[in-house]
């Protein structure tokens, strides 16, 4: 490399692997090439121009940038309609919008795919958490367990519903920080086709963060009646700097735009104060930034494996998020990896990651992350528990080559450290 100092041998490595990842990465181009085509197509439908980027103030009354956003956002994620908005401050925000949006005192959700996302836990109030959880408004909350190899369990999941009256089906598709399979759109179509089979008016949603534009078609386009997302994450794109979106079905959508800003008012208000050609350009920006990301994961996944990690999904295995675990076995490991990939960030590559004890974690976490949009993690960054096995995960990349960067300093400074080594065996394959 001309720019950065790493092993003769790693560089070596590093050849070999681009070769052996080419075939995944032309099924990549064919996926991103699909959905930019998508998007494009959608925003010369929409005839978005100047007047779309432009800024609103105070209430924010018909701001078409906004609402010409949310019609293209819907045609995005295969939905009727959408809310795309800044003022959304996280993903677990916006999935709370869309929850209490649909679910009424006395209703019951299901969960279909074991213990959600660590947030929302919360949210639902599974714990027992009352304050303002959805159990301090009385929804009732139960799920199916995930079977011993991490799918879920069509059975139970047809019989609790054939039983029992449920509002709603919530299914998580990524992983998020387990180590179960991430849902693919054929596995998320199978639970659409089960929960509508016994429960047609059971209302599905779909927790997308991380899948958004990673195959071609999404939760909506299978069978699901919501999804929701964080714009700090795929659909931002890596310029949105914050915001998230909720798609579906009109009149749920609708729902959520009353708990959204106030019942009655729903999706007229909302000043966009400048922030609609980020959102644009994000969205635009995104099944690109999306392959790319992607890749990255690919390619760790490949140069990973050769040096003898256990890493999730293989290099080779189909994918439904962005998101790549790799078991380093010991604490040295783990620091090391997350220190050298934060060497590689375009942002504090000069600051060094320690391990430290995260609110809501009960074991110190480290955490590599040198981005443009504080906590974005469609940019690439890297984390994990310190604990046994030493798994971190890690997802983004603005760019592969630029990806590529922070992976191979991550393995440089585990190679500096003594703690891995590239073997001849590893340049064979
Ligand atoms: C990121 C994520 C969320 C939301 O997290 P925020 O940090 O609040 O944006 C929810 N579910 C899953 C599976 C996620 O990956």
Known sequence: MNFFKIDEKLEALDKRIIEKVRPQFEYIDAITEYNQQKVLSSFIKHKVSAVH???????????????????????????????????????????????????????????LTGRPYDTITGVFGIDGESDGSLRDFGVEYHEIPLLPDGTPDINSIRSELAWNNYKMAYIQRSRGYSLRPTLTIDKIEELCKAVKSVSRDTVIMVDNCYGEFVEKLEPCDVGADLCAGSLIKNPGGGIAPTGGYIAGKKELVEKCAARMTCPGVGREVGAT?????????????????????????????????????????????KRGDIIESVTLGSRDAMVAFCQGMQMGAPVDSFVTPEPWNMPGYDDPVIMAAGAFTLGSSIELSADGPLRPPYAAWMQGGLNFHSAKCGVLLAIQSMIDKGLTRVRPQSLNF
């Open 273 to 317: 104060l400048g922030l609609n050609r980020e959102l644009y350009l994000g969205l635009f920006s995104a099944p690109h930034v999306v392959g790319e990301s992607l890749k990255t994961a690919v390619y760790s996944a490949a140069i990973l494996g050769a040096l003898g990690y256990e890493v999730s999904p293989e290099y080779d295995e």
């Open 53 to 111: 980027l432009g800024v609103s103030t105070g209430y924010g009354y018909d701001d078409p940038g906004r609402d010409t956003l949310e019609k293209i956002m819907a045609e995005c994620m295969g939905a009727e309609d959408s809310l795309i908005r800044h003022s959304f401050a996280s993903g677990t925000h916006t999935l709370t919008v869309a929850l209490f949006g649909i679910l009424r005192p006395g209703d019951k959700v299901l969960v």
